[in-house]
T-cell receptor, first 115, second 115 residues
């Protein structure tokens, strides 16, 4: 089974600064998707960014960008110009194209934004 | 678009009673629904996968008779916690694959407290 590892249980960042959240995964598949989801205190899961494994170009969504290193099986999330509203749990997730759309979630990183 | 409505958002029940949680896809047909359980400050753990018109697939260690899943239509999947006990208290979230893109949409979750 695929595993997703987030080695940083907690991170903090000063408002307006940049922070990078780490994620590594283990798979033998060549085609898959990777996601970062945000879970604020409301506990609603919100999609932050998505990366298709076959695309070499790193995905970007406004202040959020990823560093996707397929060979190293690494998928880090960079948040630029951090805002107070970015404070949340962030989950990295792997989606296989071969196992019925199942998601494999990492353990999460709790991000605190310091005003 | 692609909203999953989950109800109730929170429920308190007495030990030994049953509780039903509903997830409805509002503007698309969800042939598949994933059910997750999340403990405080932990990741989402997949419990089962329901498919419209067929039996649900349960993850290892999940009691089928305790967590009854029904996917009677293309827009409704339900999770019934039978004979609930305090250890069943948790946050339950449903998720469905997006209809026209690769990704997933999540319900807003149900906080179950068994007293």
């Amino acid at each position: 089974a695929q595993t997703v590892t987030q080695s940083q249980p907690e991170m903090s960042v000063q408002e307006a600064e940049t922070v990078t959240l780490s994620c590594t995964y283990d798979t033998s598949e060549s085609d898959y998707y990777l996601f970062w989801y945000k879970q604020p205190p409301s506990r609603q899961m919100i999609l932050v960014i998505r990366q298709e494994a076959y695309k070499q170009q790193n995905a970007t969504e406004n202040r959020f960008s990823v560093n996707f290193q397929k060979a190293a099986k690494s998928f880090s999330l960079k948040i630029s110009d951090s805002q107070l509203g970015d404070a949340a749990m962030y989950f990295c997730a792997y989606a296989s194209l071969n196992t019925g759309n199942q998601f494999y979630f990492g353990t999460g990183t709790s991000l605190t934004v310091i005003p | 678009g692609a909203v999953v409505s989950q109800h109730p958002s929170w429920v308190i029940c007495k030990s030994g009673t049953s509780v039903k949680i509903e997830c409805r896809s509002l503007d698309f047909q969800a042939t598949t629904m994933f059910w997750y359980r999340q403990f405080p400050k932990q990741s989402l753990m997949l419990m089962a996968t329901s498919n419209e018109g067929s039996k649900a697939t349960y993850e290892q260690g999940v009691e089928k008779d305790k967590f009854l899943i029904n996917h009677a239509s293309l827009t409704l999947s339900t999770l019934t916690v039978t004979s609930a006990h305090p250890e069943d208290s948790s946050f339950y979230i449903c998720s469905a694959p997006l209809p026209r893109d690769y990704g997933y949409t999540f319900g807003s979750g149900t906080r179950l407290t068994v007293v």
